[in-house]
């Protein structure tokens, strides 16, 4: 039987409880699959500072390393709010990141039908409905500039990217965007920012080598309008660290719930980490409130993208179809007349529908 070795990083706030709903879809996919999965839990983010007084022990990054992929749930919460910045658990996120050379967020939005209610937007803006994959630079950018501070008078952040860090995200999006619908928007601030001329005009470099996709730009504030007036226009999104930050917590939202969508984060190997886009929830963290969705759609892009299991990747998104399809809700994407449920049972749900 095929032995995978994950690691997983439970963190705070909820994490733990979406980790572990998700863990039991994992294991109902091994099943079925004829996978096991090894799980190793390490320390990072809140817990790691209470527990080892850093947000990213040393023996956390040589497990990830030296593991298929990393599971992980949240990170952060306002008990280690007044830290200094490079002491705080986001420190531990930003850092594995880093140490694993994920540099390719993707992030899809997609809404499911039986979600629409869930929208925000009108329903002749939904049309026939969303999907739209941003796809974010996460190892650059004004994330991983150097800060500066002048006495109490003055601070700043550098905004950097080298052509490298942008050919490479350039060509990740290019790639994703021919499997789609072939069309990929490249945000950026051109008008303004020297980083952002100099980012566009790689782009349409390395577009050249896509001539069968097509490639527009858009300034970031005028993306962010266009996500909620004409959503449709948008297959793929490529753009930098921070609007990617910003960006994918929008087209989440306008897809019903940030408590339903995944991501991956990807290097140059086969190595990924996945987790929900949201945060750690701290307000309902315990109270079994939380929705799994998100946390066990990323372990379908674990699957699909670090391990190669694609029917079992495929199996994992079904199964979450189904259970959506039956009417379950966790309290996030209720709508009336559907039935509320817990987290724990919301992954109990799933993993016997990927069972039937
Ligand atoms: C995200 C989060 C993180 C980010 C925070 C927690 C550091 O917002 O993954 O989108 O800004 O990248
Ligand atoms: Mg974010």
Redesign the pocket.
Known sequence: MKTYKIAVIKGDGIGPEIVNAAIGVMDAAGEKFGMKFDYTDVLAGGCAIDAEGVPLPQKTVDICKDSDAVLLGAMGGPKWDNLPGDQRPEAGLLGIRKALGLYANLRPAMLFDELRDASPLKSEIIGDGLDVLVVRELTGDVYFGAKHREGDDAVWDEMKYTRPEIERIARTAFEAARKRSGKVTSVDKANVLEVSRFWRSIVHKVAEEYPDVELNDLYVDNAAMQLVINPQQFDTILTGNLFG??L??EASMITGSIGMLPSASLGEGTLGMYEP?H?SAPDIAGTDKANPLATILSTAMLMRYSLGEEEAANAVEAAVQQVLKDGWRTADIASPGKTVIGCVEMGEKTAAALKA
């Open positions: 930050d910003i994918s917590d886009i945060g």
